[in-house]
């Protein structure tokens, strides 16, 4: 079984500085990797996936991620945020076995002040 | 393109009742879609998986009898919560898979929240 390991429940940061969102996984076969976010009340959008080929993946409002399999992380970051980026952030999972199903962490809260 | 909407998006029903949750691919055909309740500053906690013409595929744990699914139609998927109870209130969310071969991305609808009184 896959499990996600998003270690940090909250993360606060200034506006324009950057940041980094830890993100873990344990799985015995190999995995794809995502990262969503959310906003208040609403579903989930997808940022960034990672399937295979390079490592370092970027994604859409200016993040990126990148797997690292000996260490089993797969970290997202950017370099400025904005107050917009005040969000829910989800680490997800699946497998090539079943790749549609998946297994998220249990989120990491992004807040940016001024 | 690949968007996912749900109805109601949100309701308030009283004990003992029973409500649907809708869930429509709008512009793709989803073979397989999910459904997801996610708590209070939790995360997501997948309940079962609605295929297309076939039974629902549910998780450990979770009661088919009570929360019923139907995959009628490649673009529409519903989720019945039967006699609800104020514990099943939660913030439901449904997913669809694009049907691509290369495809391994899930689109999710914008989640429906249920308030049992």
């Known amino acids: 079984a896959q499990s996600v390991t998003q270690l940090d429940s909250q993360v606060p940061v200034f506006e324009e500085a950057p940041v980094e969102l830890r993100c873990n996984y344990s799985s015995s076969v190999s995995v794809y990797l995502f990262w969503y976010v959310q906003y208040p009340n609403q579903g989930l959008q997808l940022l960034l996936k990672?399937?295979?080929?390079?490592?370092l993946v970027k994604g859409i409002n200016g993040f990126e991620a990148e797997f690292n399999k000996s260490q089993t992380s797969f970290h997202l970051r950017k370099p400025s945020v904005h107050i917009s980026d005040t969000a829910e952030y989800f680490c997800a999972v699946s497998t090539s076995s079943g790749f549609q199903k998946l297994v998220f962490g249990t989120g990491t809260r992004l807040l940016v002040s001024p | 393109g690949a968007v996912v909407s749900q109805h109601p998006s949100r309701v308030i029903c009283k004990s003992g009742t029973s409500v649907k949750i809708e869930c429509r691919s709008l512009?793709?055909?989803?073979?397989?879609m999910f459904w997801y309740r996610q708590f209070p500053k939790q995360s997501l906690m997948l309940m079962a998986t609605?295929?297309?013409?076939?039974?629902?595929?549910?998780e450990q744990g979770v009661e088919k009898d009570k929360f019923l699914i139907n995959h009628a139609s490649l673009t529409l998927s519903t989720l019945t919560v039967t006699s609800a109870h104020p514990e099943d209130s939660s913030f439901y969310i449904c997913s669809a898979v694009l049907d691509s071969w290369s495809s391994y991305e899930q689109y999710f609808g914008p989640g429906t929240r249920l308030t049992v009184t």
């Open positions: 609605s295929n297309e013409g076939s039974k629902a595929t549910y």
């Open positions: 512009d793709f055909q989803a073979t397989t």
């Open positions: 990672y399937l295979s080929g390079s490592t």
